[in-house]
């Protein structure tokens, strides 16, 4: 059992992924939840602001993994997984007929107000096809979104990691997210404004 947890700590996600979706090896979950169960419960935190909700949602999260990573394709998992939580806290707060928060970042800018949606099963898959529009983007325009939106850093915060001017930061999260909505708009997810 030791053995077999250290083989899989020092594989990669994408690996991790593909090892489960042949093995279904509940001991990768496990692995996933050592990975980013911090950051899930943070985000979970920060969202409810209550710690109990929090703990609650991040386990559902990391059980609803089982079913998820068999059924989707997975280009970058850790944002996938910010959105997977994001969409599972603000599914909850819906249920509690909860009016104090609002989805502030991609998700509201990019997907379909609830009213628009059919379904909780259809905003999932709009959730899956935005992770897929994401990966699509040219890599400088991906890393700015992914950044900007996924870790909530700063124009500046990104321009000092990427070692780019702050003109070109905004640049590629303006261009990356007006792709984003044409191919959106392609798959018929988000209502064309033209």
């Known amino acids: 059992m030791i053995f077999r947890r250290n083989k899989y700590k020092s594989k990669s ?7 489960y979706k042949s093995s279904e090896d509940r001991l990768i979950i496990g692995e996933l939840y050592r990975r980013y169960g911090h950051l899930v419960f943070g985000l979970c935190l920060k ?4 710690k109990n909700i929090a703990e609650d949602l991040t386990m559902q999260v990391f059980e609803s993994l089982y079913e998820k990573i068999r059924k989707h394709t997975i280009s970058h998992f850790k944002s996938w997984l910010y959105v997977v939580t994001r969409n599972e806290c603000y599914l909850f707060l819906r249920k509690q007929k909860s009016t104090k928060y609002e989805e502030k970042t991609l998700n509201s800018d990019l997907l379909p107000q609830e009213d628009e949606l059919e379904s909780i099963h259809s905003k999932e898959e709009q ?3 935005l992770e897929k529009a994401i990966a699509q983007l040219q890599e400088e325009q991906r890393k700015a979104v992914q950044l900007f939106y996924l870790e909530e850093l700063s124009y500046k915060q990104i321009g000092e990691r990427l070692d780019w001017d702050l003109k070109k930061v905004k640049s590629r ?4 997210k ?7 708009e392609e798959h018929h997810v988000v209502k064309s404004t033209s």
């Open 178 to 184: 007006r792709n984003i909505k044409l191919y959106m």
């Open 173 to 176: 999260i303006q261009n990356g």
């Open 13 to 19: 996600d994408e690996e991790l992924l593909n090892s």
């Open 127 to 129: 959730l899956i096809l």
């Open 47 to 50: 969202i409810t602001e209550n």
